[in-house]
């Protein structure tokens, strides 16, 4: 069996959700947990639930350490149905349980579910609640992810419970850190990261703030594994990623129709690939999913975007992945558009180059990159020599230190 034990009488009690593949957009390739867990003490205390359709698998892992009836707090640290779901079911059968949260996370239950008969408890920066041996404090983490987000801290255990942050679309039989593949669970948080808080960098720096004083053993998110021997590295990563640090990257992603704007994003591909240490990352969008591109853009240095004209805009793959990227809002990109057009010269790279400005994209070149039809040779000698600008411009972000 694995361990789901945190600490004495601190377990882990959510639900390994093997197979999502969909959550709202983010393509989980690796599935995900619902992360909850239950705190036995001389009061009990769940903090956060799972999704509503795995209610009894919560139930039936709550009722391996205590009885429904007695549950004293069920902490919602965050009204997201994926954490809330299971508040009405839990709530009904946990008889004398106070729901405790935030004033925000009661209005947002609220019109979520029928709370009329849950006993609140409105929990703020100041309150401690104790349990016995574990006192709970609480800490607001405004849009990290939503606006009612908070984490939950016991002092005398040096755990957080981090909600969103920190988290990972990923199923593992494994609840810690220490038992899988540490690369593996990096670069699922970093994809976690790219798609669902990249927009949120500001308010993660503002949860820096608040947590840098505080002695912690062990990260609990409310997805994936649990962070216990590697805290520096995934925090020190987080870090980076707030700001998106830029890193020696250039991101070449396009969808073509008869090739000719695939043939441009290999020449520019070629002509960046001629300088050392840049890492290249080329994408056709009919065989990747916005979520890859996501997550490859949060330390690219530069984007390389490129789409055929079709009827007079961008291809529809194009403008999937750059509406994505616009809501997630990257910071500090540089970026170029190219691709080809036929009859209608304005269309298509214009309206990739306005999506670029839109997202406050540095562009590296003042008009798209075009070629009418099939690129000439002297258009794809144009794109080789722009892949080796592309490629000293992200040379700047080579890092020296390796
Ligand atoms: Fe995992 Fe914002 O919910």
Known sequence: MSNTRLVNNIEWVGYIDWDVRDFHGYTTDSGSTYNAYLIKD???????????????YLLNNISKYVELKDVDYVISNHAEPDHSGSLPHLM???QNAKLVCNEKCQKTLSMYYDTGKWN???????TELSLGANTLRFINTPMAHWPESMATY??????????DIFGQHLATSNRFDDEVCLATAMYEARKYYANIIMLYGKSVMSVFEKIVN????IIAPSHGIIWKKHISEIVSKYKDWAVCKATSKILIFYDTMWKSTAMMANAIYEGASETNKIVL?????????????????LDAAVLAVGSPTLNKTLMPKVAEALTYLKGLAPKDKAAIAFGSYGWAKIG????????????????LLPEPLQAQFVPSKEILNQCYETGKMLAQYASKFIDTTK
């Open 42 to 56: 001389k009061k009990t205390a769940i903090i956060d639930t799972v999704k509503a359709p795995y209610a009894d």
């Open 92 to 94: 009904k059968l946990c």
């Open 120 to 126: 609140f408890q409105i929990v703020d920066e100041k």
């Open 154 to 163: 016991i002092p005398e255990q040096k755990i957080l419970f981090s909600m």
């Open 214 to 217: 505080l002695e912690i053993n």
């Open 281 to 297: 990352k080329k994408y056709d969008l009919k065989s990747t999913n916005i979520t890859d591109i996501a997550t490859e853009s």
């Open 348 to 363: 298509g790279q214009d309206d990739v180059q306005k999506y670029l400005q839109d997202m406050n994209c540095q562009l």
